[in-house]
Each structure stands twice: as C-alpha cells, then as structure tokens.
C-alpha cells in the first residue's frame, strides 16, 4: 500500500525499550478506587449510588447524561465509602467529583447485560447501544465518548475504519503490547466498529518501530480479507488521526472538520479490544493498560490497572522511585500533561504515568529566538510558530488566531526542536484557553441579552393584560380575556427562548 | 384622444408636484441616526441592568458615541471582552488593570435565610430567579450575569455575589511567565 509523506514532524529518542519487552502486569487490586465522574470531554456522569452501597464489578455507579457524555462502572466488587471531591488527574490539580469505592477483596462480576454471540448480524444500533452502556471513550488520550464517533455513519457515508496503532509518543508501550498480546481481541474489536460504522474496509496503521506488533496483528487479520495492517513511517505525531489519515490516503482533513467528512473514522486499538470485551462478554470498561516508564521509575512495567487505582499505587507497585522525579507526566512525554498530585486516580484516558528526571526533561530558561525557522519547518500543522508567540507574548490574541493557533493542537515538536527553548506549545496552550474563554463569554452574553428582551415582552404583555382585565371589569362577560392574554405572552416567550 | 392626454397630463402633474414636495421633506425633515450608536448597543450586553449609571444598555450607548461619557469600562456584565471591543471600536485606551481585579462573579442566595418574598425576581432583567410566594428561591447560574440588582432589595440578606469557581472544566494553562530572566544590560549611550 502507498504511503503518503506528511508534513513536518520530528524524530526524538523513542527510548520505548524501557518497557517494550516487558507483558502487560496485572496491578493487584487496592483496597481503595477513586473514580470520577468526568473521564471524558462532555458532560460528567450522574452518580446511581450512595455511599454505604454494596456494589459488584462491572455494575454502573454512574450514568451518562446529556448528548455527549459516558457511564462508569465499578471497577471490582466491594461498596461505595463516599461520594466526595478528590485531586483530579490534570495540571491543576483542582479537585472533581470522584466516587470512592473500596474494596472486598473477591473481585466478583455482577449481572452483566448479555453478550452479543453473533454481532455481525445484528442491527448497528445494538453495538451503538452496548457501546454507550459498556462507557467505553477513546483510550489513546483524548478520551472522547466511542459510541458518538460509532454513530457517525448514520450521517455520512463512511469508506474506512482506520485503527490508529501508530503509538508515536515516546516512552509509551501500552498499544504495543495490547497489539502482541492480544491481536485477535483488538481485530475483532475493529471488525465489530466497522459493522456499527457501515465501513467496507478496516486498515491498521503501526509505525515501523514495532516489528511484533505488526507481525502480530498482521497473522490475526489474515483471514479477514477487508482488514489490512499498514506500517506507517517512525515520525511523531503519526498518531494525530488527522497525520495518519494523511498518511493512509494522501488528504489532509480541513481545519475545523473531521475526519468523517472524509469518509474515515480513527479508532484506537485499546478502544476496539474494550468494544470487543463489551460485545462478547458484556464487560463494561473497567481497567486498561497503563506504562509506568521514565528515568526516575525503579521497574519500569506494562501495567493492567483498574480504573481509579491511585497512581500512587502503580508507582509503588514499579518499585517506587530510583532517582528523584522533576515531574510526573500523565500520557506521553510530549503531549503528557504534568500531575499536581500522584493521589490522583488512573481513568480511562491515562496511556501512561512517567516520571522524569531532570536531565530528561532537559528544561532550560528561555532566550532569544535566534530566528532559524526549525519551528516552521517542523510543525505538522503547517502554522507559524515564532509569529504566533510573538502575538501571545503581547497577548494579541485575535492576531494569533487570524494565524490559527486554535489549529494547533499541541504537540509540542515546536517547542522539542526550539534551540532557544522557548515554551512555544505552553503559549498556544494559553492562547487557545484564552480565545474559548472569550467564545463562551460572547455566548453567555447572546443568551442574556435574548433573556432580556423576552422579558421585557412579557412584562408588557402582562402589563397589557392587566389593563384589558381593568376594563373588562365593567364588561363581566369579557372575563378570560387576562387568562388568554398572559397565556399568549408565555408562549411567545417560550418560542423565542426555544429558537 | 385628447380627454387620455389630459389624464395623462394631469396624473403626470400631480405625480411630479408631491414627488418634489416628498423629496424636500425627506431631506429637511431628516432625522439623523448615529449608525455608531446602533453599532455600540448591539456590542452591549442588553439586560437593562444599569450598573452602569444610566437607564439601560442603549443611554449608555449613546453616551459612548456622542462622546457625552469617556469611559468604556463601566458595564460591569460585559466584563473584559466587551471593553476590549469598545476599546478597538471607539479608539479609547481602556485601563484594564482596574477591570481584571474584578473576577466574574454570579449572585447565589442563602436558602436558610430566603422567606420567598419574590422581590428580588421582580428586580432581575434576566429571569434568572427561580421561586415563587413563600418559597425558597434559587439562582440559575447560567442565566445569571451578575450585575447584582438583586442583592440590595433582599429584606434578609440572604443573597451574596460569589466567583464562579475555578473547575477541571474551565482551567487553562496560564501565560507563561516572563521568558529572559537575566536583568538585561542597560545601554550606555556615548556623547
């Protein structure tokens, strides 16, 4: 198959040997899991249990609400201890609503919904359905709610299932090792998504540095004569699903569209082994594997986490730090945010728990740009870095978002590749946090306005009334008139509310 | 034939007489409208709240175009973002320092102390206040705009202004800090 060349990119020490050969682990079960009500982008679930619950793994404690959302379920058996804020998994470390479950030790499974013996024959919709219930999101990071993107091929004609096993960050080994280990589940996974999609073809795409993998998963799809396994060339960010679509197809998806609107929908291959697992066995989304990596980890390891371990607990279970951590990354080395607090909880987007020493980070004060343009070279997205920051430096914002910092999406080769090493990613990050603050203030400010004018209508209009009642006072036979006539008012403020 | 001339004529006449007379009149009668000022209420938050000092959104409006008031930063709803806007349409520097001080805030009424009087509904532009005769009230945050009307007519204090919170949600990542640490050398200039 023809591979495409996609702009820019950069090449860093993979250093994925730290844990490349090492199997997948099965972290022992805490006694306590955390798991918060916000996993995913959308609206956080809304909690079915309280505290003092007896509940059994797999049964949902939460349950998604509004149209973009996801359920959660008990990662073990055991009973709910308080439902309370906690430290998230996020740069800010601010606390979220989290679900402390602790515990008994059995691990039993509940009643969970029946398995889907033969999914090809059923309706879309079922492995829509099983899909929302199971809560299962994107498990490459973004975590983005999998049975929306299941849906998209209710609306458009879709050619292509790509599964996206490009694992381009450095360090991170949990695809790689879901893939050797376990191909047949993420081939089938793949095979089930496409029947929910209506895509004809399935095709796999794994950078060349992981050899097994590709043998792997390779041998599983064989025998399927739609599903194709592509290696794609070594060059961060190849997992991007817009770069690795560029690479499979040759097109490059317009800003602010989708892939779909290309007819392709990009699953990660952790995300088609949980499908998997949800069709055939009903098992909801309840654990993943985590790589727990960096120089600073004793025995660095593949872990199989429940969701809401303590990332504390994996840390110690690796043998606890060897050398002191400059910081403790959640995801990857270059799109990895740091962790405030290693209290925070494993949920379903965590790739992987790095602790990094100084010299691995290699953080240095910034000085002048030297204006060698490596920036512009290298950013994937064909935008102009150096320009960009100058305009966020003196918070020119609506400049830099002329020059499309709100396409940018932040994976840091900019700031990798700076000789001077100006935090460039880190200004787009403030930049684009800016702007959608800013959009969300213009809406409010719309839908108040609007609030506004519909009451100024009603009050006239009640003001109206009350004067025709005052004068058909004299007339009792006009007496529903005021009814009438508020009841008019009400409506035509619930029209305009309603558009 | 020639009674269709004078109709004719005459229609053509009458035609001509009010078109000029309607013409004149347009242009001496002539109202004239500010388009800056149609332009600066639409930029303005619109929920009449007043804060500002002035009746409502459009006197305030108008007092910006007709030079009549100096300062963009008085409208309280419309926070930064609507200064910044005056400010690129009006030419006016604004003195953001003073503004940024001041963190969006929404009202948020005490339930122990709320004895559902409804005032405070009558007072909000925005219907905002949930509650009725002898009820606990309550604010719905998202149609609150915080221009804190309400909290003066509560006969029992129950209601205060409170920032929104800081969430997961709405965190960004802050700007970062000043790049070149190093005190730069000051330049000597030579006579």
Same mark, same amino acid.
């Given at each position: ?14 250093r ?6 090492? +199997? ?47 359920s ?64 299962? #999101? ?20 879709l $050619? ?7 694992e ?30 209506g895509?004809?073809? #399935? ?18 799809? =064989? ?15 190849m997992? =991007?699903?817009?770069?690795? #679509? ?72 690796? +043998? ?10 959640? +995801? ?8 405030a ?7 379903k ?9 100084a010299? $691995? ?28 920051s ?24 900019? =700031?990798?590749v ?48 009350k ?33 | ?6 109709a ?8 001509l ?6 013409? *004149? ?32 959104? *459009? ?13 963009i ?9 609507l200064?910044?806007?005056l ?13 940024e ?8 009424i ?14 909000c532009?925005?219907? *905002?206040i ?46 970062p ?15």
């Amino acid at each position: 198959m023809k591979i495409f060349t996609v702009r820019g990119g950069i090449h860093p020490e993979y250093r994925k040997d730290i844990t490349s050969e090492k +199997g997948i682990t099965v972290l022992p079960m805490p006694a306590t899991l955390y798991i918060p009500l916000q996993q995913h982008i959308g609206a956080p679930a809304e909690v079915l249990v309280v505290a003092g619950d007896p509940v059994k793994k797999g049964q949902m404690i939460a349950r998604n609400q509004g149209s973009v959302s996801a359920s959660h379920h008990a990662p073990t058996s055991g009973r709910i201890m308080e439902i309370t804020e906690v430290a998230a998994p996020h740069p800010s470390g601010l606390p979220q609503t989290t679900i402390i479950l602790e515990s008994d030790g059995k691990d039993e499974w509940g009643d969970l919904p029946e398995p889907i013996t033969d999914p090809f024959a059923v309706d879309p919709k079922a492995i829509h359905d099983r899909v929302a219930c199971s809560g299962i #999101v994107g498990m490459g990071g973004a975590a983005f709610p999998s049975a929306i993107k299941l849906n998209l091929g209710q609306q458009k004609k879709l $050619e292509i299932l790509l599964l996206n096993g490009a694992e381009c960050e450095p360090y991170l080994t949990c695809d790689d090792r879901v893939m050797r280990e376990h191909a047949d589940e993420v081939v089938d996974g793949a095979r089930i998504m496409a029947h929910a999609l209506g895509t004809p073809r #399935v095709i796999i795409g794994i950078e060349q540095n992981k050899p097994q993998a590709i043998e792997a998963m390779t041998r599983a799809a =064989s025998t399927f004569p739609n599903v194709e396994v592509v290696a794609v060339p070594v060059q961060y960010p190849m997992g =991007s699903e817009r770069h690795l #679509v560029q690479a499979i197809t040759g097109i490059e998806t317009p800003a602010r569209k989708l892939t779909a609107d290309l007819g392709i929908v990009v699953h990660n291959v952790a995300t088609a082994r949980a499908v998997h697992h949800a069709v055939r066995f009903g098992r909801p989304l309840v654990a993943r594997v985590v790589t727990v990596s960096g120089g600073a980890i004793r025995d660095p390891k593949n872990l199989l986490a429940p969701i809401g371990a303590k990332i504390a607990d994996l840390v110690e279970f690796c +043998g606890g730090f060897a050398a002191r951590p400059e910081s403790v990354v959640n +995801g990857g080395p270059m799109m990895g945010q740091p962790l405030a607090s290693l209290d925070a909880p494993v949920v379903k987007g965590t790739s992987g728990i790095l602790a990094l020493t100084a010299e $691995e980070i290699n953080d240095r004060p910034a000085s002048a740009c030297i204006r060698c343009g490596s920036c512009i070279t290298i950013c994937p997205c064909g935008l102009s870095p150096v320009e960009m920051s100058a305009f966020i430096r003196k918070d020119n914002l609506e400049t830099a978002a002329k020059l499309g910092v709100m396409d940018c999406f932040s994976c840091g080769s900019c =700031s990798w590749v700076c000789p001077s090493h100006i935090p460039l990613v880190h200004y787009f990050n403030y930049a684009k946090g800016m702007l959608r603050d800013q959009e969300s203030d213009r809406r409010k400010n719309e839908r108040i306005k609007l609030l506004a004018e519909v009451r100024v209508i009603r009050v006239e209009k009640a003001a109206e009334a009350k004067r025709a009642a005052l004068a058909a006072k004299s007339k009792p036979a006009a007496e529903a008139a005021p009814s009438g006539a508020a009841g008019e008012a009400k409506a035509a403020t619930e029209e305009k509310v309603n558009a | 034939m020639t009674g269709i001339l004078i109709a004719i004529g005459s229609l053509t006449l009458i035609g001509l007489t009010l078109g000029t007379v309607l013409g *004149a009149a347009a242009r001496r009668f002539a109202v004239k409208e500010d388009p800056l000022e149609e332009e600066l209420k639409a930029m303005m938050p619109g929920s009449q709240c007043g804060q500002c000092g002035y009746v409502g959104c *459009a006197q305030y409006a108008g007092a910006l175009a007709k030079g009549e008031e100096g300062s963009i930063t008085k409208c309280a709803p419309g926070g930064k973002v609507l200064v910044e806007a005056l400010s690129a349409k009006l030419g006016i520097a604004a003195d953001l320092s003073a503004l940024e001080e001041k963190v969006p805030e929404h009202a948020f009424i005490k339930e122990e102390l709320c004895i559902g009087c409804t005032r405070c509904i009558r007072e909000c532009s925005t219907d *905002a206040i949930l509650g009725a005769n002898k009820l606990m009230h309550t604010i719905i945050v998202d149609a609150c705009h915080g221009c804190s009307k309400c909290v003066p007519v509560c006969p029992t204090d129950a209601i205060v202004m409170v920032p929104y919170p800081e969430t997961v949600v709405n965190w960004h990542w802050p700007k970062p800090e000043r790049e070149n640490t190093q005190p730069r050398p000051e330049v000597v200039h030579a006579h």
